[in-house]
T-cell receptor, first 111, second 113 residues
Framework: RKEVEQDPGPFNVPEGATVAFNCTYS??????FFWYRQDCRKEPKLLMS???SGNEDGRFTAQLNRASQYISLLIRDSKLSDSATYLC????????????FGKGTRLSVIA | DAEITQSPRHKITETGRQVTLACHQT?????MFWYRQDLGHGLRLIHY???????NKGEVSDGYSVSRSNTEDLPLTLESAASSQTSVYFC????????????FGPGTRLTVT
């Protein structure tokens, strides 16, 4: 089983739609979870951290389900500018273990 | 403003040549990382460092080396470039603890002919 798995997409959605991505991770001891955004030919940038209680930042909501070992990202009222690849990122253990990046889910928001 | 820079941004080299990619950060972060990104593989960790004189191998370290002589820099060296090392290379840094958010440089596009 791959450590961090994502549906590669692409997800093609109209402006204003709600879209959700899931990501599963293999290590139940994982402690830190993030969603990064990567625009075409650009570097990844942190979109939001994912906390156990879930968190919301404007149109974006992230959830963590430890029992099922997945995290989700919900985007409401999609904008054209949301078109990007969304990377699920997990710290797979305790102590000094680097972050593991999923391969990303590509989103295209269409006018 | 603090930042992380990479140079060169684009590089074309020939098979067998030694190539060094530079990474410089001004955040005074302890942790620095090198990744390569290829279609179908996502970001793969090459080498990383948790501080001066510390280096560790990542998932795809064969053919690459790094050294950490100061906090700001982690140069990546391809000992003998191969066509399979054609890729986009990203450097990143983070503050301790290691699982904190990583800040990425703009990337270096390397082509090995």
């Amino acid at each position: 089983r791959k450590e961090v798995e994502q549906d590669p997409g692409p997800f093609n959605v109209p402006e204003g739609a709600t879209v959700a991505f899931n990501c599963t991770y293999s290590n139940s001891a994982s402690q830190s979870f993030f969603w990064y955004r990567q625009d075409c030919r650009k570097e990844p940038k942190l979109l939001m951290s994912v906390y156990s209680s879930g968190n919301e930042d404007g149109r974006f909501t992230a959830q963590l389900n430890r029992a099922s070992q997945y995290i989700s990202l919900l985007i409401r009222d999609s904008k054209l500018s949301d078109s990007a690849t969304y990377l699920c990122v997990v710290n797979m253990g305790s102590g000094n273990t680097p972050l593991v990046f999923g391969k990303g889910t590509r989103l295209s928001v269409i006018a | 403003d603090a930042e992380i820079t990479q140079s060169p941004r684009h590089k074309i080299t020939e098979t067998g040549r030694q190539v060094t990619l530079a990474c410089h950060q001004t955040w005074n972060h302890n942790n620095m990382f090198w990744y390569r990104q290829d279609l179908g593989h996502g970001l793969r960790l090459i080498h990383y460092s948790y501080g001066v004189q510390d280096t560790n191998k990542g998932e795809v370290s064969d053919g690459y080396s790094v050294s950490r002589s100061n906090t700001e820099d982690l140069p990546l060296t391809l000992e003998s470039a191969a066509s399979s090392q054609t890729s986009v290379y990203f450097c990143a840094s983070s503050d301790s603890p290691v699982e904190n958010e990583q800040y990425f440089g703009p990337g270096t596009r390397l082509t090995v002919t």
